[in-house]
């Protein structure tokens, strides 16, 4: 078992240019901080052996134990003392932990030779004392951050912020009975704490408490003790019945989960978060007509709630009722993405980021190259929705999902259906045709009125190929017209039509205002229409713009394929390019395109991000054998930037060992020709499980 990277020692990470520049930057974000707080910073001033000039130096840390001074001063000493820093000795360290209960950031000075001194700093810079109470909720809130700043293992977490060491928080049961005691006694204090981007009200059941909660219950698999938590939380406030509901299905105890459901239903017969669970598990069930009553409610109880308004129309989408899903998705609450406190430092003097001995591992050394965004054409660095995150992300993912299902051209064709079109709303201004107002909007449509004609069109209308999918759906290679073969980008104009704007809001409101227009007047051509939101419209666009690219690429590779035996040449692309394409692909639902772009990728150079592709690749065809060879290596990338615990990764790892048995799972690493420290990194996570007693750790 490799052991604990916190009592080894890591060489400076991050040089500063002034000394205790670091702590002023952070003194002076505290007034800025909105949620859970940056991760823990430590801080350390050395000094020549022979005296003379002192320097800063710091790095980031998580996961590391904040129940008390005594815990976070022992990781201050465990870099006080350098086997490999001869010249230079450690005078002073200081560890910050911020504790987002009482907005407060807990302090712990070391001083070398001499003693320990632990305080907190308040948003106005004032010292106060550290009680035992607000030990407590820092070490709550040490843990939640732990999770919360894990990487997923696609390396953008590392990635966002620089020198950071991410720990373990929970290694044992005994500090997991600690944070679940904690979690009791401070679950009611949870909404203070915030919530997800997608939430916008956080309350008992949904705020980041509850989140960390429940990814470390479904990362451990340690559901006995999520219940038994949620059980006891349930006797004081039964709006809690919605997160045991969760963890009771994820157990696979349904029976009594659905038995929980219907008695907390009918005492709460509006609270949105037991209607949304009982709506998913009719959704897991195939029962999406129940689920569709279920998920209506829950809009009644929660209209300024994105996410009952998604559910609603994630299930018109399984339905296949495409003009209710659009008119449903365009009445979605839209919340501006807040990303997580990360911290703002002043510009170091240098930054020291040395590769640790036991990540060596010759693949994956390139991949600490930068992103070199010169070898990416233009057209790849401009796709909009890779950026998109929160509401927004949720939003086009339903979007592309209903593309993938029925094509570009017929979702067009619905659009125009249901929503009202710039050019049909001029025409239809100008000739000042009045009707009276129907008495419908577009926030009720999707829950009281019938589709008008379901699916948008009748299936005489529909072109589908032999295997029944849409043609343009599945259309990846235009064809060539009197054997003359047109350019990728002619091809993809003509094959995807670009969509014509729709009429906004805005718009209206605008043209109301001018004397020339009556008031209240609506036109004859759309009163069973509505407006479309202007974010909707622009998703649309984007949409547009993916698939002309993503068209671009499939004709490209073909084209290189029919020419590569003649020729000889093959298609080629940078490793950053094939990664862009391996997303784009992924987000417009074609898996086996993503899978072929992100193994293009890995044969130029490793990458994080195309490694956990292909690794969802292979845990969806169950091939145990090269979802650990993947494992490994992201275990090792994760390594090599300090990080040695990923939940993702260790599900993952979890997963295999209920399956498989942890003696096939350990006999595959061990059987791989790697160097031993490397197969170790995996052998922890492995034996960690073992230290949950997870299901198949004994065989």
Known sequence: MVAPAVPEYIPDLIIEEDIES?????NDALQTIRELGPPDLVHLIKQARSGGRQSGVYHHVTGVDASSSASLAAYVNTLVYSPNDKTHKVISGLYCCYNAFSHLDMRVEVKIPGGVESYCIDERGDKRVASEGLWLETFLCAVLRAYSY???????????????RRFDPITS???????????????????QLGSDPEIQAPNVVSNHLTTGLLNYIHTTGRYASGINLFEKLRTRDIEVSSLLARVLLSADEEVQAVKLLHDAVSELPMDYSLLDCQSSFCQSKNRLDWALECAKRGVTAAPSEFCTWAKLAEIYVGLEQWDLALLTLNSCPMFTYQDKDAPRMPEPARVILPVLPESILDEIDDASQSYDSELVHPSLRK???????????KAYSLLTEITAKIGWDQLLKIRSQVFVMEEEYRSEKQTGTQHTPANQNASTIALHSPSPQVNGASPATEDHDIDGRPSIATTVVSEQSNGAPKSATLAADESIEKPNQTITSEEVKASSEEPSTPNNATYTQFHNKRLCERWLDNLFMVLYEDLRIYT?????MARAKSEEGSTGSEYRKSAEEWEILGELAERLHHGPEAVEAYQSCLRVRFGPKAMIGVLRHYESAGRVGEVLQAVIRLVAWQYRWYSEFSPALLRTVRKLIESEGAVKVRSIVQATSLPQPVLDLTHHYVELCASFRSSGSDG
């Open 22 to 26: 670091a702590v002023e930057a952070r």
């Open 150 to 164: 894990a990487d997923d293992g696609s390396g953008d977490g590392i990635k966002k912020i620089i020198g950071v």
């Open 173 to 191: 049961t005994e500090v997991e009975h600690k944070f679940l005691d904690a979690a009791e006694r401070l679950f009611f204090k949870g909404p």
């Open 383 to 393: 796709l909009h929705a890779a950026g998109y995150k929160g509401t927004f992300l």
């Open 552 to 556: 671009i690429w499939r004709t490209d």
